[in-house]
């Protein structure tokens, strides 16, 4: 994948978005897996299937949990591609907030991440440089929670 410039950012009006966004896949404990950064105004199923390319050059998945914006697409490119099954996690009810099944545990990661200066704002000119920080700040949550457990 080539890497993006500073001028690549855009706007997405629907999330009220300026500048890059990024999205992510983790494990069921919530850890980073893989991140791929894009201009707001690139439409997240499509960016979606960019992050399925990054991934399955590493990894096997056998089941990906996601919400209704990675559906068409993206659930097409994971079945046919990759072999990989689909379940679009949806809200029940419009009413009141109540945290979606599965889905909490990669806002519970974005939370993490954001607690992290560099994450927090966009100061990053490149795309690559913004999800090397994304990992490097990864890293450091993973080893914090390993070295809890052992205390």
């Not at 080539?2 to 009220?16: A, C, L, M, R, S």
């Not at 919530?30 to 199923?45: E, K, Q, R, T």
């Not at 990894?59 to 490119?77: C, E, P």
Request: charged share 35%; proline share 2%; net charge positive.
């Amino acid at each position: 994948m080539p890497e993006t410039k500073g001028n690549d950012v855009g706007v997405d009006g629907g999330k009220k978005v300026n500048g890059r966004k990024r999205i992510i896949i983790v494990d069921t404990m919530g850890y980073l897996i893989s991140v791929f950064v894009h201009p707001a105004n690139m439409y997240d199923g499509n960016a979606g299937v960019r992050l399925l390319e990054k991934v399955f050059k590493k990894y096997k998945l056998k089941k990906i949990w996601a919400d209704n914006t990675y559906r068409g697409n993206f659930v097409k490119t994971a079945k046919s591609q990759y072999n990989c099954d689909i379940e679009i996690k949806q809200r029940k009810s419009k009413k009141g907030f109540k945290p979606i099944r599965k889905r909490w545990v990669v806002e519970r990661t974005f939370a993490w991440l954001t607690r992290n200066r560099r994450l927090a704002r966009e100061y990053e000119k490149t795309t690559k440089s913004i999800e090397s920080m994304v990992y490097i700040a990864a890293s450091r949550i993973s080893l914090k929670h390993a070295l809890e457990k052992i205390d």
